[in-house]
């Protein structure tokens, strides 16, 4: 066999395995002929003319994502970088389209994605941005689709996945929030102490309640015990005014010896004599009986007076729907 034979075989089997060619899942082929665009090949094992047809490129039909980074000011003049992630993929009908009409599908992209946020992102404060971050998401969205899809691309999703301030914006943010937390923990404890005075004076109150009513019962029992040894005295030939003196001396008594029974009592209680009991009780006596002569003669004098000032006071003051009768 000749060498010229040989690598006419060579040739021939270059050729004819060259006439084949593989597609992947998820892939489409552009093939063209002579420099024309000629068919759109899809995955599996596919078929061209050798020296005729060649392969133009290959286009991923995969969802893509693009992560777009823009730095922008906000209403109140806060600079903030936002992440803005373009989730796109090829429409299969439109490969044409895609590979033809858009050299770099990731720039066209990036532009419009630019446009939009420094259109939107101005017109909102900066605690609105993190608010309506899902507005300005769909805002890029709608523009992205009314722009790509002549050029054969679906825009499939669009997430503004980052905010991000100036640090010294952020410390501030923190600061005002933590200033809030601690107004709250002010307001919280002002309110445990007061709940805390108020449960303190109601029991005060009801303490001191329950003691005056405590002191009125123990007065109102000695008032009752003093009627009782009145009436006894009484029974024994001792009158009201004796008998009155007689129970206050013995108070007076029963003082003095409650307080010697305390040994570590510094209370002096003058006149402390027997000589000054007797006087007392007869001091006493005698007061009791000038009050009670006192009181009858009031008495008479009272009821002197009565008729004439009833007569004075008809003088004075007549009736007036009827001023022959005097009231």
């Known amino acids: 066999m000749s060498i010229g034979l040989i690598i006419f075989l060579v040739f021939g089997l270059f050729i004819f395995l060259s006439s084949f060619f593989t597609v992947k899942q998820q892939t489409a082929v552009i093939i063209e002929r002579f420099g024309k665009y000629h068919s759109v090949r899809n995955s599996g094992l596919q078929l061209k003319i050798p020296l005729i047809d060649r392969v133009a490129g290959r286009v991923n039909l995969k969802i893509q994502q693009l992560d777009v980074i823009i730095e922008t ?33 990731h720039d066209q992209i990036t532009a419009y994605v630019f446009d939009v946020v420094r259109a939107e992102v101005p017109k909102l404060k900066l605690d609105d941005v993190f608010e309506r971050k899902d507005d300005i998401a769909i805002a890029v969205k709608r523009e992205l689709n009314e722009a790509m899809t002549t050029y054969g691309y679906d825009i ?42 108020v449960a303190k004076a ?55 010896q409650a307080i010697g029974a305390d040994a570590n009592s510094n209370l002096i209680l003058l006149p402390n004599s027997p000589q000054a009991g007797s006087d007392m009780l007869n001091n006493m006596v005698a007061s009791f009986s000038a009050s009670n002569q006192v009181g009858e003669m009031m008495k008479k004098n009272n009821k002197k007076l009565k008729p004439k000032e009833e007569s004075r006071f008809r003088e004075d003051y007549p009736d007036p729907e009827n001023p022959d009768i005097t009231v």
Do not use: C
């Open 73 to 105: 000011k906000t209403k109140d003049n806060v600079f903030v970088k936002m992440k803005v992630s373009v989730q796109f993929k090829v429409i299969q009908d439109k490969v044409y389209d895609a590979f033809y009409k858009l050299e770099y599908p």
């Open 156 to 197: 499939i999703n669009t997430l503004v996945t980052d905010i991000d301030p100036d640090v010294q914006v952020k410390n501030a943010m923190n600061r005002i929030n933590a200033a809030d937390r601690e107004k709250t923990v002010a307001e919280f404890e002002a309110e445990s102490s007061r709940i805390r005075i």
């Open 202 to 256: 109601k029991a005060e109150a009801e303490s001191k309640r329950l003691q005056g009513q405590g002191i009125a019962d123990q007065r109102r029992e000695i008032a009752r015990g003093l009627v009782e040894s009145v009436e006894v005295l009484n029974n024994v030939g001792i009158n009201s005014q004796e008998a009155s003196a007689l129970i206050v001396v013995t108070q007076h008594y029963d003082t003095l």
